[in-house]
T-cell receptor, first 116, second 112 residues
């Protein structure tokens, strides 16, 4: 029973390039969450998605960041025109729960993005 | 605005003794609380949770206590083992919305 998978584990980009981070939820999970952890800080919520729908994107920066969770395939977090301040660990989590019910979220190993 | 706070960035405990990690929150709407454990270069691993209808939940060596009036929860690990050395995050959420609010973490070192 595979857990949450994220790839790549490490990603290096130069300023101005695009970064694409992928997340495959646990089998049977239809809810995906993205969190960002900046150095010396806790995890900050970015976005919550279900298949083909963005449910809550209140934590997403207004520009350059977007997320999707298509009907087929992994969830993608996309960062356009990266800047040094985007360097962080990006974690994906998934849960099986229905809206209105809280359940545990299971985390992937993270993608460490470094912007040169 | 940090709604979940862990005021101790680090804690050292002797093997076999009790580790107590603390967490405070400000949002009275939070109804569900969790503790996660994180090793370097890995994602957080779920440890234990508690809903607001309880004041204590126990799982083996791990016990979480919730004091709603004080908006405070704590994680007790007894006896502490060297393998418990990690960063511990507390998290909270409301029933509707599912977003988790995380504290900044406490780095626990268990000394053999």
């Amino acid at each position: 029973n595979a857990g949450v998978m994220q790839n790549p584990r490490h990603l290096v980009r130069r300023r101005g390039q695009e970064a694409r981070l992928r997340c495959s939820p646990m089998k049977g999970h239809s809810h995906v969450y993205w969190y960002r952890q900046l150095p010396e800080e806790g995890l900050k919520f970015m976005v919550y998605l279900q298949k083909e729908n963005i449910i809550d994107e209140s934590g997403m920066p207004k520009e350059r960041f977007s997320a999707e969770f298509p009907k087929e395939g992994p969830s993608i977090l996309r960062i356009q025109q990266v800047v040094r301040g985007d360097s962080a660990a990006y974690f994906c989590a998934s849960s099986p729960s229905s809206p209105g019910h809280t359940d545990t979220q299971y985390f992937g190993p993270g993608t460490r993005l470094t912007v040169l | 605005d940090q709604q979940v706070k862990q005021n101790s960035p680090s804690l050292s405990v002797q093997e076999g003794r009790i580790s107590i990690l603390n967490c405070d929150y400000t949002n009275s709407m939070f109804d569900y609380f969790l503790w996660y454990k994180k090793y370097p270069a890995e994602g957080p691993t779920f440890l234990i949770s508690i809903s607001s209808i309880k004041d204590k939940n126990e799982d083996g060596r791990f016990t979480v206590f919730l004091n709603k009036s004080a908006k405070h929860l704590s994680l007790h690990i007894v006896p502490s083992q060297p393998g418990d050395s990690a960063v511990y995050f507390c998290a909270a959420s409301v029933l509707v919305g599912n977003q988790f609010y995380f504290g900044t973490g406490t780095s626990l070192t268990v000394i053999p």
